[in-house]
Nanobody, 121 residues
Framework: QVQLVESGGGLVHHGGSLRLSCAASGFTFSRSWMYWVRQAPGKGLEKVSFINTGGGTTYADAVKGRFTVSRDNAKNTVYLEMKSLKSEDTAVYYC???????????????RGQGTQVTVSS
């Protein structure tokens, strides 16, 4: 079955950096579009970034220029490089697939367990 396992979260100061990783298994990773989504306390699920099978990417306006998504098909892994982190980036970050944008936020058929990112001011 589909398994997505995130790692790399933690506590970082304002302006700091983190690199998240997501190890995928149970499906043909190289043929799958992959997402990073996040959920802040008391808020819904928000799309952060997307990478398609050809390496094309999109980003939420809130993270453009600061976050970079990439994938390594040989390792079945997707990454999210986060720089210049702000307190508003504090959330649980999930790797996900089979996602659909909805009127408010995004919904995904598959998500990992999530990794907490906390940015202190």
């Amino acid at each position: 079955q589909v398994q997505l396992v995130e790692s790399g979260g933690g506590l970082v100061h304002h302006g700091g950096s983190l690199r998240l990783s997501c190890a995928a298994s149970g499906f043909t990773f190289s043929r799958s579009w992959m997402y990073w989504v996040r959920q802040a306390p008391g808020k819904g699920l928000e799309k952060v970034s997307f990478i398609n099978t050809g390496g094309g990417t999109t980003y939420a306006d809130a993270v453009k220029g600061r976050f970079t998504v990439s994938r390594d098909n040989a390792k079945n892994t997707v990454y999210l490089e986060m720089k210049s982190l702000k307190s508003e980036d504090t959330a649980v970050y999930y790797c996900a697939k089979d996602c659909t944008s909805i009127r408010v936020g995004i919904t995904c058929n598959y998500r990992g367990q999530g990794t907490q990112v906390t940015v202190s001011s």
